[in-house]
């Protein structure tokens, strides 16, 4: 099973895994409001940069292997020479590198209960995926939570993705954890989101 990203703007979770037929897809990059991802400098999108220069630590990058990995502060030749495929963009630390959990910086921000999805990677093909939360503070995991649950499954790697309202998991079409837009709750409207890690 090998994870794809998709790069699209304007579109529900539940939207793309419909079009795409993803048997299970969550919710991708930190974004602006006007969809443009942010985060990480370098994009790369079917193995072509889409924008970038250089990385600045905050991509995730999915080889053609089926890894991921960070590539840190690095030209985006250099990246693309790694065999990378899709890449996705973070503000968040990488909780685990090589097996080791990672020292995160921001000790109050880790430790803040919020709404997150994550991926870990115990072997290239071999990953496991967390949400958790309402899409709102006080609802969902502490990173530092979220770091500890990855490592206890063996996770080579892992990273946070965007959290939030953005926060979704959708399994063979049905939504296990819908994202809902905090403006407008009451309707259960689902928030447009502009990229996602999807499963086939």
């Known amino acids: 099973m090998l994870a794809k990203g998709e790069l699209m703007q304007d579109e529900t979770p539940l939207e793309a895994a419909q079009r795409t037929g993803a048997r299970i897809l969550v919710n991708g990059s930190f974004y602006e409001h006007d969809f443009s991802r942010c985060g990480a400098d370098l994009w790369i999108k079917d193995e072509k940069i889409l924008s970038g220069d250089h990385s600045n630590g905050r991509e995730i990058c999915l080889k053609k292997d089926g890894s991921f990995f960070s590539p840190g502060y690095n030209t985006a030749e250099s990246v693309i020479k790694e065999g990378v495929v899709f ?31 994550g991926v870990g990677m115990v072997r290239p093909l071999e990953y496991y995926l967390i949400t958790a939360g309402e899409g709102i ?64």
């Not at 968040?92 to 097996?99: C, M, P, Q, R, V």
């Not at 502490?142 to 990273?159: H, N, P, T, V």
């Open 137 to 200: 503070k006080d609802h969902g995991l502490s990173l530092f939570r979220e770091q500890e649950i990855f490592a206890s499954l063996g996770c080579w790697y892992a990273r946070d993705l965007d959290g939030g309202a953005s926060t979704a998991l959708i399994i063979d079409g049905v939504c296990i954890r819908d994202n809902v837009d905090p403006k407008i709750k009451e309707k259960h409207v689902s928030r447009r989101i502009p990229d996602f890690l999807a499963f086939f």
């Open 87 to 117: 890449s996705w963009g973070t503000f968040n630390d990488t909780l685990i590198e090589h097996g080791k959990c990672c020292t995160l910086a921001d000790k109050a921000w880790a430790s803040e209960i919020y709404s997150r999805t």
